[in-house]
């Protein structure tokens, strides 16, 4: 068998030989009137033989080659465009002897255009018989065998571009998630609201608990954090009276990486003026149903063996009710952290170290994710969260000590995440200054003090209710995909040296 040196350097000898004859290997200009294959297969593909003959329609293809058969005088290919197929047949004596001589040293990969009649084969197959073709593009380097494509996991992230080649799954999945995007878009702008832009690059960040990245600005020897979240940024143009405004973008959160979790991801942001977190629910429902009828054209899902149905409304469960019936530990009655401590270890609770958590916020977030989270297959809001977990919501008053927070969850992980938005100025700064205690204490996902988040405050912002949404989680969740890498095109990987 030929090692990849060979294979490259008779590619290369060949490429050579076809310059020689006279083609350009990666030519400025196709022919005019290119059809697009989705559309020709979708016109054509349901016709019989009898009916294409009839009709006698001539179009012209261009594609990259991706399976070559030669019989001497004809060939055969199959050449393939935006993910569609079709058959091009190539006959010496229609397309004339030295147009021929120069097929032959086309090869799989290469890209090629071809005019002629639209056939069915003997055998069936929607075909391109050629009376004129020509060359569109070299590839140097072979495809992945083509009956089972690229196989190797790694490999498959880390050449996306051929794993979309050869995998019609991975395309499949890539091309739903753009339909995704494109609900919830299509929600929210017929609602009314309005999309924009905001910091990437930020002076201070904030608006989630997690560490950011930290860059230098050379010009003002200034440090700047890539942003972990849109949040105070958005909240600022609802004080400048935008009342409903959303970003679709990218986050970035220097932490772990999980199947979950990929350290640049795309999120939804949603603020609504004069609107609270039962608001955000039903927004939060026709938002992931929009994107499961767009991405699956039903709201019914196969998820871990079971059928989910993912028509609103959703329930509503408090998540000191989800812990207790999990773990048998009621936070409410220890709200501190030693007896918290105390009592998840009277309760022997797997899989959670009580000692490792720096506060009873993160104690209680680690009990929840541990042992409630992973159960929570079917779509359900988790309700009245403890103010410690959440400095930027409006307190409950109802439920003192907590807050109008919901966390959406469906497939065992949190989809979306959801205020009565805090929009008392002292109470903020208030919740900073116990984010930067907690920071002093070991809590390095707790957040800055932004005065001029505050300041924007002390101008005013009406009652809003705001809410975030992990992009690729509800990928992962509508698309079948338990890894999220398997929604992202370009996943974060360790370097191939580690």
Request: some cysteine; overall charge negative.
């Amino acid at each position: 068998m030929a090692n990849e040196e060979d294979i490259l350097k008779a590619r290369r000898e060949r490429a050579e030989r076809l310059r020689a004859s006279g083609a350009e290997l990666f030519p400025a200009r196709v022919p005019e009137g290119i059809a697009r294959l989705p559309e020709l297969v979708a016109e054509l593909g349901a016709r019989s033989a009898e009916e294409l003959e009839r009709d006698a329609r001539e179009a012209c293809v261009a594609g990259r080659i991706m399976i070559l058969r030669s019989f001497g005088k004809a060939a055969f290919l199959d050449v393939q465009a935006e993910g569609v197929r079709i058959q091009v047949w190539v006959k010496r004596d229609a397309v004339g002897v030295d147009a021929y001589e120069q097929f032959k040293l086309y090869e799989i990969g290469d890209f090629l255009w071809a005019r002629g009649r639209i056939v069915r084969t003997k055998s069936g197959e929607l075909t391109v018989e050629a009376v004129a073709l020509g060359f569109l593009g070299k590839a140097y380097r072979p495809l992945p065998e083509k009956f089972h494509g690229l196989q190797d996991v790694e490999e498959r992230y880390r050449k996306r571009y051929l794993d979309l080649l050869t995998n019609a799954e991975s395309r499949d999945v890539a091309i739903r998630r753009s339909r995704l995007v494109q609900a919830l878009r299509s929600v929210l702008d017929a609602r009314g609201f309005v999309e924009v832009e905001t910091p990437i690059l930020q002076p201070i960040y904030g608006g989630a608990n997690a560490q950011p990245f930290t860059t230098l600005h050379n010009t003002y020897d200034q440090e700047l954090f890539l942003r972990i979240s849109f949040e105070l940024y958005l909240k600022r143009l609802v004080v400048g009276g935008i009342d409903r405004v959303y970003e679709i973008g990218r986050d970035f959160r220097n932490e772990g990486v999980s199947r979950k979790h990929n350290p640049e991801f795309s999120m939804l942001e949603v603020y609504q003026a004069y609107a609270d977190y039962e608001d955000m629910m039903e927004l939060t429902e026709s938002l992931v149903a929009g994107a499961a009828e767009r991405a699956n054209g039903t709201l019914a899902l196969e998820w871990a063996g079971q059928t989910l149905d993912l028509t609103p409304p959703w329930p509503r469960r408090r998540m000191t009710d989800l812990i207790k019936a999990a773990t048998g530990v009621d936070i409410e009655l220890n709200p501190t952290l030693e007896s918290l401590r105390s009592a998840v270890a009277q309760a022997r609770v797997p899989g959670v170290d009580a000692a490792a958590q720096p506060s009873w916020a993160r104690l209680v977030d680690e009990l929840f994710s541990q042992t409630v989270e992973p159960g929570l297959l079917a779509p359900c809001f988790v309700i009245d969260y403890p103010v410690e977990l959440s400095p930027l919501a409006k307190a409950s008053t109802a439920h003192p000590g907590f807050v109008e927070r919901f966390e959406a969850f469906a497939g065992g992980m949190e989809l979306a995440n959801a205020f009565s938005e805090l929009n008392d100025p002292d109470e903020q700064r208030s919740r900073f200054l116990e984010q930067a205690r907690a920071r002093q204490a070991g809590d390095l996902d707790a957040q800055p003090i932004d005065e001029d988040f505050v300041l924007a405050l002390e101008h005013g912002m009406p009652p809003c209710g705001g809410m975030g949404m992990g992009v690729g989680r509800l990928a992962m969740f509508l698309l079948g995909q338990p890894n999220i890498r398997d929604v992202k095109l370009f996943p974060h990987l360790r370097p191939r040296s580690a």
